[in-house]
């Protein structure tokens, strides 16, 4: 596709749910990174992929947070037993290289209630 | 470890004024430096970059931005704003040993007629 699309756009869930936020790249980005973003805040590392590998999976709050990208492109952000604290923009990101600028999507705004 | 300070969360300024945004960093190793827009409910997109070479850097909508080394810091200006320049603007940093992307909090710009 021409950018970053992620989907679902919105996503209202109750507390123990589990939720799915997807990430499709621009075709041919190596890198892909998930960044979140609490509402006047800056976004926060959470984990990147460079092709199917994840490389740096430091900045995941817990054990209940999970992503993958299996064949190097699409990527799926998984949140087990959602929270209330869970609650924020989720963002993803792709690229060429640490030089090169990162493309962002229009994010996932997940709401738990 | 690296970090990035943005020190003022607002800025309000009239159209066709001057602005300063202010960008500070800490990192023990050579940086890469990116200031990064968002409009509302979009992405974030690049305005400009700082790899290496001049430290006066020029990015898209007049936007330019100057590192400074001894002083950690990489602020941005623009001499005349315009009211399509309401936004909020992140500062980030990459150190030149890894691939993370740390961003900091933002600073909301408000152009006023």
């Known amino acids: 596709g021409a950018g970053v699309s992620q989907s679902p756009r919105y996503k209202v869930t109750k507390r123990g749910q589990d939720v799915a936020l997807r990430c499709d790249p621009i075709s041919g980005h190596v890198s892909l990174y998930w960044y979140r973003q609490a509402l006047g805040q800056g976004p926060e590392f959470l984990t990147y992929f460079n092709y199917e590998a994840q490389q740096d999976k430091s900045g995941l709050p817990n054990d209940r947070f999970s992503a993958e990208r299996p064949e190097g492109s699409i990527s799926t952000l998984t949140i087990q037993r959602t929270e209330q604290r869970d609650s924020a923009m989720y963002r993803c990101?792709?690229?060429?290289?640490?030089?090169?600028?990162?493309?962002f999507g229009e994010g996932s705004r997940l709401t738990v209630l | 470890a690296q970090s990035v300070t943005q020190l003022d969360s607002q800025v309000p300024v009239f159209e066709e004024a001057p602005v300063e945004l202010r960008c500070n960093y800490s990192?023990?190793?050579?940086?890469?430096l990116f200031w990064y827009v968002q409009y509302p409910n979009q992405g974030l997109q690049l305005l400009l970059k700082y790899l290496s070479g001049s430290t006066l850097v020029k990015g898209i909508n007049g936007f330019e931005a100057e590192f400074n080394k001894s002083q950690t810091s990489f602020h941005l200006r623009k001499p005349s704003v315009h009211i399509s320049d309401t936004a909020e603007y992140f500062c980030a940093v990459r150190d030149n040993a890894g691939n993370m992307l740390t961003f900091g909090g933002g600073t909301r710009l408000m152009v006023k007629p």
């Open positions: 990101a792709g690229g060429m290289g640490i030089t090169g600028e990162l493309f």
């Open positions: 990192s023990s190793v050579s940086v890469y």
